[in-house]
């Protein structure tokens, strides 16, 4: 293949910092100003685990079976699974270049841990365990990286109150997965190279607050006011170093699966559940608790929900779960009440706070696996979901799984660099799943009917 695509991505950057600072980012700025640029629509739901793999198939959430990290295995009350890169079952763009005979450099792709074959070289992402497990492709590869830097770091602890500490983490990890794959770009043969920077997603959950005037819990001078500019100008910087090593057949993606917003407090969607009749447990906390599904009084429960920057919401179906007690006959019914009521949250102001639920039936051509019985944005994602119990009221203002100041939010960032006039329109909104048709069509490869997207350049 005589084209090379390099897809650059940032987890979580949003086009507020991106795009409205690019005054503060010269390279990003550079590739904006020669390329095109706008908003990327995220997959239902803006979720690391599965936006990261919707964009590299053309599939959605449900095509795919991935709904977020954690899974109900069966309709049990206690079976899960968490995703790997063996939920995979779908090919990605890296597969079908493979096919064609092209190699592929992949770095930090979700989930690609344990690490899978490819035709090329691969290093896994944060979901790793540790190092001390095999998480490269040849497993060869593992020694090349030791000997290039020391105790290569796949992830962060961002939730924690120990700010200075995970700051210096953060840059470290950045900094030594630059040089792994500054060096990969440079010592490999490869025509498509993808690599993810985790880095911008950990620090806006850790250090949002500190940096948004807008954020309820904001504390103008406060000591780390600075510290998501200050990383997005590191960023670019190493962003400036990787792109002086590529050459003149080098076509640039910087791409993210998600952007960011602030996080205006938790729903306590079990307590809310609870207040409006759904849901009952075999005995009331009396001080703030995760909940456990062998806390519920399963017959006389009617759903329940997760946590998370999203909430999934399950229902206790008569003959599908063991102790259902909504009869099947009533099941849209029930969910089309529950729908409704969650619609309709308000703050403790009374104001609505646009909540937007959907079925996954409305929203995917397919639903793989066991999806939720309904998919809630809590305030359109300005409010997580928060799975606690005996919190003694429906609003909370601190994640109740440990610091964290920021949400998700459904648009991240697309930027194109071409070499050469490819005929491409330049929009306001492109769409994550228009990233592998294009990729694909560039490198002159038929495009699979069955995915969902479409390419942004003629043939």
């Not at 890296?94 to 190699?103: F, N, T």
């Not at 006011?225 to 997005?232: C, L, R, T």
């Not at 001080?287 to 006389?300: A, K, P």
């Amino acid at each position: 293949m005589e084209k090379k695509v390099l897809v650059i991505g940032l987890d979580s950057a949003p086009a507020e910092i991106v795009f409205d600072r690019r005054e503060e980012l010269p390279v990003l700025r550079e590739l904006i100003e020669n390329g095109l640029y706008g908003s990327l629509r995220s997959s239902d739901p803006p979720i690391t685990i599965p936006a990261w793999m919707v964009m590299c198939t053309g599939k959605d959430p449900g095509k795919l079976g991935l709904y977020g990290f954690r899974h109900r295995k069966d309709y049990s009350y206690k079976d899960i699974w968490i995703a790997t890169s063996q939920s995979i079952k779908e090919r990605a763009v890296w597969d079908i270049i493979g096919e064609q005979g092209g190699q592929s450099c992949l770095v930090s792709v979700p989930p690609s841990y344990p690490p899978s074959p490819v035709n090329g070289w691969l290093i896994s992402c944060f979901i790793t365990p540790d190092t001390i497990k095999n998480y490269t492709y040849p497993q060869e590869l593992k020694q090349e990286i030791a000997a290039l830097v020391d105790n290569y770091i796949l992830d962060v602890t961002f939730r924690t109150d120990m700010k200075h500490k995970l700051l210096r983490e953060i840059y470290e990890m950045t900094e030594k997965r630059f040089k792994v794959v500054k060096h990969l770009l440079t010592t490999k043969t490869w025509d498509f190279f993808m690599f993810v920077e985790i880095g911008p997603d950990r620090i806006h959950h850790a250090f949002w607050k500190f940096f948004d005037e807008e954020h309820p819990l904001h504390t103008p001078g406060n000591p780390f006011e600075n510290a998501v500019k200050n990383y997005y100008r590191y960023l670019d910087k190493e962003l400036g170093d990787l792109l002086s090593l590529l050459d003149e057949n080098t076509v640039v993606f910087v791409v993210s699966d998600h952007g960011a917003k602030k996080m205006d407090g938790g729903i306590c969607i079990n307590e809310w559940l609870q207040q409006e009749g759904y849901l009952t447990l075999r005995k009331q906390p009396t001080e703030q608790t995760g909940m456990r599904l062998e806390m519920i009084d399963w017959q006389h429960t009617k759903a329940w929900g997760e946590g998370g920057y999203y909430c999934r919401l399950f229902m206790n179906v008569e003959g599908r779960e063991p102790n259902g007690i909504i009869p099947q006959a009533s099941y849209e019914q029930v969910r089309d009440e529950i729908r409704q009521k969650l619609e309709g949250i308000t703050d403790e102001e009374g104001r609505c706070i646009n909540t937007r639920v959907f079925k996954p039936e409305e929203a995917y051509r397919d639903c793989k696996n066991i999806p939720p019985d309904l998919i809630v944005y809590l305030g359109d994602l300005d409010w997580r979901s928060a799975a606690s119990v005996g919190v003694g009221s429906v609003y909370i203002y601190e994640n109740d799984t440990g610091p964290d100041d920021a949400n998700h939010a459904e648009d991240g960032i697309f930027i194109w660099s071409a070499p050469e006039k490819l005929g491409v329109e330049s929009q306001e909104l492109y769409s994550i799943y228009d990233i592998a048709p294009t990729v694909l069509r560039y490198f002159g490869i038929d495009v699979p009917t069955e995915m969902i997207g479409r390419p942004l350049i003629e043939r």
